[in-house]
């Protein structure tokens, strides 16, 4: 009896997939490589478009990895986002160094800068966490006004020369930009799809789900969020410079924007729904839609999304998505944990007894 | 003196934010609220005075008469209505109040443009009085200045000796047992906004006399009453007020040596206390 019940053993596996996400896959690959081709089917203003979707969805994913799942609501993303797009502006005029460059290193400055703002910033809780963000965030806007060798209050441009240097041809240009763009936010869902198999992922789910509970069963959330901070402010350095190299032209206004920069990304990621990676992609093609239809209409497009996003949080917590896939079970993403039960060889029966941490 | 009258002057505008921040202090003390529309409520309003103004001909401090019960009503409906559905976790509340902050900013550039707009006082707002040969302060902003004293010190008689302010403080404490104990929160949560937007809108009226106003001006409004409670510690009223009176120095004295350092200096201060002492100054709750 006893060997009987060995030999009919089960081990546990954790899996990630499932039929949906594997659609989803498939989805997502197609899709890619459509958009890749868009230099040979889009004209000049789809591409402008699509690339400015794409920046949104990139800072969108970053706000929902930090509010959805870090449970840091911040509204100053806006100043990673600025001193990215500053960092090529002087790292191209002042230090000549080749723009595509500086895109990387003003990631990497933002990431730095990160770590003393988490550690000041972190001393507040919750929403004034939040508020502590923004007055931060209006720091740089006063700051960069003052500073003469960026142009002050009115800014600065690109100078041909430099421009040039990215591509000679103007259509080069586009398309580079344009595959970067691209690139970045394929890198910014990758990263963060990555990141949530692996245990950090778990900790933060779990830390999303229930702060209490995570930090009761051992997870340091403190250091958790400040990774996550740190990797968010790095990746919105680098949107930022991509963001200003297609602009040409870059104040601390709008380098240091809370409503381009941050409210917007707010409401793509609301709508969309928070705490899914799928949410902030359904968002942004949401707002782009609304923007389109009411561009007639001035600013009426920013009541109507403030209205729906108010009533998302009323009605829909998790936002559109997220409404859908607690209903279906649905995942564009491989991400959910399953436990399957797999029968044990006898040989291999000691290498299964590690089940996977994650 | 020259000094003296420039701390004087830091003095007086820090008691209008305090005014700002004691009702935005007020709603986070009561139901954990942090009300990020609180800055464009305060421009919502003083846009209302200006037209209530202009409708029955009347100056900006009589106004208050029309302006301060509307607000109160306002902030009622608004929590009855709206805010009570999300209280509960911590992201709605957030995340609706930047809603209804986006909402109320574009729905005044709908209906005002982006002109800016002033409250007139008439001959009040040049009056000023001589204390010391060299040193003359502006009647008005004295005027402000002590009004928002006293708007303070009756908050704080209403938090510490009447049913209502019990009524605040047992649901502060616990919702779930103040209910137990028959007090209907959803009320009390729609009191303590009626009351915070009734001081908002004399802050507003205040504010949009000494200064220019436009529809984007709110979100700066909040920051200077957020900034007020940090500094002066979370949870004290009379903190609070030299929360705002040190922001009002700290911008006065920034404005002094470069035009465009006071807010910098303000936020300069709130980073500093921030770091060295992240309970505020005058704190009564831990931080």
């Given at each position: ?70 449970g840091?609501?911040?509204i ?112 910014v ?68 924007s ?42 009426a497009?920013l ?13 829909a ?41 994650h | ?27 986070f ?11 464009d ?22 106004s ?26 911590e992201?709605p ?22 002109d800016?707009?002033r ?6 707002e ?16 004295l ?5 928002a ?30 209910q ?61 007020l ?20 006071p ?9 500093a ?13 831990a931080?």
């Open positions: 009896m006893i060997a009987a019940k060995v030999q009919d053993a089960f081990s546990f596996r954790v899996s990630h997939i499932d039929r949906s996400s594997r659609f989803g896959l498939v989805f997502w690959a197609l899709l890619l490589i459509l958009l890749a081709a868009a230099p040979f089917w889009g004209d000049r203003q789809t591409m402008r478009l699509l690339g400015e979707i794409y920046s949104y969805i990139a800072l969108a994913s970053l706000w929902n990895l930090l509010a959805g799942y870090a840091l609501v911040s100053g993303q806006q100043v990673f986002v600025g001193l990215g797009g500053y960092v090529l502006y002087v790292g191209a005029l002042a230090g000549g160094l080749p723009p595509l460059l500086c895109v990387p290193l003003g990631g990497l400055l933002c990431g730095v800068l990160a770590v003393p703002v988490v550690l000041v910033l972190f001393r507040l809780r919750g929403a004034y966490f939040t508020i502590g963000t923004w007055v931060l965030a209006e720091v740089f806007v006063q700051v960069f006004q003052q500073v003469k060798a960026v142009g002050g209050g009115s800014g600065i441009s690109l100078p041909a020369v430099v421009v040039k240097s990215i591509a000679q041809s103007r259509d080069g240009r586009e398309f580079l930009i344009y595959w970067l763009f691209l690139a970045l936010v394929v890198a869902i990758g990263l963060i799809v990555t990141i949530l198999r692996t245990r950090y992922g778990l900790a933060l789910t779990a830390i999303r789900d229930n702060e209490m509970a995570a930090k009761s069963n051992g997870i340091d959330v403190n250091r958790t969020r400040l990774i996550v901070f740190v990797a968010a402010a790095f990746a919105n350095g680098m949107a930022g410079a991509l963001i200003f190299l297609q602009k040409l032209s870059i104040t601390p206004f709008s380098a240091f809370i409503n381009d920069w941050t409210m917007n990304v707010i409401f793509i990621t609301v709508i969309g729904g928070i705490g899914r990676v799928e949410g902030p992609i359904l968002g942004a093609v949401i707002f782009f839609v609304l923007r389109e239809f009411l561009a007639d209409y001035g600013s497009y009541i109507v999304l403030g209205v729906i996003a108010i009533v998302v949080m009323l009605k917590r998790r936002g559109l998505w997220g409404y859908v896939a607690d209903r279906y079970g649905w995942q564009l993403f491989p991400l959910a944990r399953r436990l399957e039960r797999t029968r044990i060889v006898p040989d291999a029966a000691a290498a299964a007894a590690t089940i996977e941490a | 003196m020259e000094w003296v009258n420039i701390i004087f002057q830091g003095v007086l505008l820090g008691g209008l934010y305090a005014l700002f921040a004691a009702g935005l202090s007020l709603i003390g009561v139901m954990r609220l942090v009300n990020i529309a609180h800055g409520l305060i421009v919502a309003f003083a846009y209302m005075a200006y037209f209530v103004m202009a409708a029955l001909h009347i100056g900006p401090f009589t208050l008469a029309v302006i301060v019960p509307a607000a109160a009503l306002i902030g009622y409906g608004l929590q009855r209505g709206l805010l009570n559905w999300t209280l509960g976790e992201l509340p957030l995340l609706v109040t930047i809603g209804l902050s986006v909402i109320i900013q574009n729905l005044l550039l709908v209906f005002f443009t982006f800016t707009h409250l007139h006082a008439g001959d009040i040049i009056a000023s009085v001589q204390f010391l040969p060299d040193l003359s302060v502006g009647v008005l902003p005027i402000q200045f002590a009004v004293v006293a708007i303070i010190a009756g908050l704080q008689i209403v938090f510490y000796r009447t049913a209502l302010g019990r009524a605040f403080r047992a649901t502060s404490d616990d919702p779930v047992v103040a137990l104990m028959g007090l209907e929160t959803r009320h009390i949560f729609a009191m303590a906004m009626a009351l915070s937007l009734a001081v908002v809108a004399v802050a507003g009226v205040f504010i949009a006399i000494r200064t220019d106003f436009n529809p984007f001006y709110g979100p700066q409004l909040l920051i200077f009453g957020f900034e007020a409670i940090i500094i002066g510690g979370l949870g004290s009223l009379w903190g609070t030299a929360g705002g009176i040190l922001l009002g120095i700290a911008q006065a004295l920034g404005g002094q040596f470069n035009v465009g350092w807010f910098l200096a303000g936020h300069v201060v709130f980073l206390v921030l770091i060295v002492r992240p309970q505020g100054l005058f704190p009564k709750v931080l």
